[in-house]
């Protein structure tokens, strides 16, 4: 019987921290998102340290009830993309981009009240390009999963000249219109061109 090494207490002891680190995250998200109530209500918010004016809310209680229901799915979304170990979380950038750009946007709103941002108008035209460049991203990705799961092997497919409108590749065709060309009428013939098919 060999004896078996200690597990080196380092490296999970690393593991153990980050998950409960991330475990609290979660399990306090909603505290995280009801932050807001503490802060006051009317246009300026002062402290010892800064004050904040809320132009475009006219109330920081709105303004802050506004940036943490951006803030914390964004915070959730983050968590679950650096988590996930699926081979389509690059997907989950797609609503990352989507909240922090929503986020910039009123951030920008609420600080400079009387220019216009711009993005103010047609968000979704500015975000249509990542959207584009990710989901290409994941469908690249799924080939590659695909070919390593089923062992297919792309260059083959390029070789074989398969039409991808096609249930046949170019050379099935070829074997068919040559079998067709060299049967006569005949019924047993005619019937083992159909079973080929």
């Given at each position: 019987?060999?004896?078996?090494?200690?597990l080196s207490t380092?490296?999970?002891?690393?593991?153990?921290?980050?998950?409960?680190?991330?475990?609290?995250?979660?399990?306090?998200?909603?505290?995280?998102?009801?932050?807001?109530?503490?802060?006051?209500?009317?246009?300026?918010?002062?402290?010892?340290?800064?004050?904040?004016?809320?132009?475009?809310?006219?109330?920081?209680?709105?303004?802050?009830?506004?940036?943490?229901?951006?803030?914390?799915?964004?915070?959730?979304?983050?968590?679950?993309?650096?988590?996930?170990?699926?081979?389509?979380?690059?997907?989950?950038?797609?609503?990352?981009?989507?909240?922090?750009?929503?986020?910039?946007?009123?951030?920008?709103?609420?600080?400079?009240?009387?220019?216009?941002?711009?993005?103010?108008?047609?968000?979704?035209?500015?975000?249509?390009?990542?959207?584009?460049?990710?989901?290409?991203?994941?469908?690249?990705?799924?080939?590659?999963?695909?070919?390593?799961?089923?062992?297919?092997?792309?260059?083959?497919?390029?070789?074989?000249?398969?039409?991808?409108?096609?249930?046949?590749?170019?050379?099935?065709?070829?074997?068919?219109?040559?079998?067709r060309e060299d049967?006569?009428?005949?019924?047993?013939?005619?019937?083992?061109?159909?079973?080929?098919?």
């Amino acid at each position: 019987m060999k004896s078996r090494k200690p597990l080196s207490t380092k490296g999970s002891s690393g593991f153990l921290l980050t998950g409960s680190i991330i475990a609290i995250i979660i399990a306090f998200s909603p505290y995280i998102f009801y932050l807001y109530e503490i802060f006051p209500n009317g246009p300026v918010w002062e402290t010892s340290f800064f004050t904040y004016e809320s132009k475009y809310y006219q109330d920081v209680l709105t303004a802050a009830w506004t940036y943490l229901g951006k803030i914390t799915p964004l915070i959730l979304l983050l968590i679950w993309f650096f988590t996930c170990k699926h081979w389509w979380y690059h997907v989950i950038l797609v609503p990352i981009g989507m909240y922090s750009f929503q986020l910039v946007a009123v951030v920008y709103d609420d600080v400079y009240l009387h220019e216009q941002f711009f993005a103010d108008t047609n968000q979704l035209v500015y975000l249509a390009p990542f959207f584009i460049l990710i989901l290409s991203l994941v469908y690249l990705i799924r080939i590659k999963v695909f070919d390593r799961i089923y062992g297919i092997d792309l260059t083959e497919i390029e070789r074989e000249n398969i039409s991808p409108f096609s249930p046949f590749s170019d050379k099935e065709y070829e074997e068919i219109r040559s079998f067709r060309e060299d049967t006569s009428n005949d019924g047993e013939i005619q019937e083992e061109y159909y079973v080929k098919l």
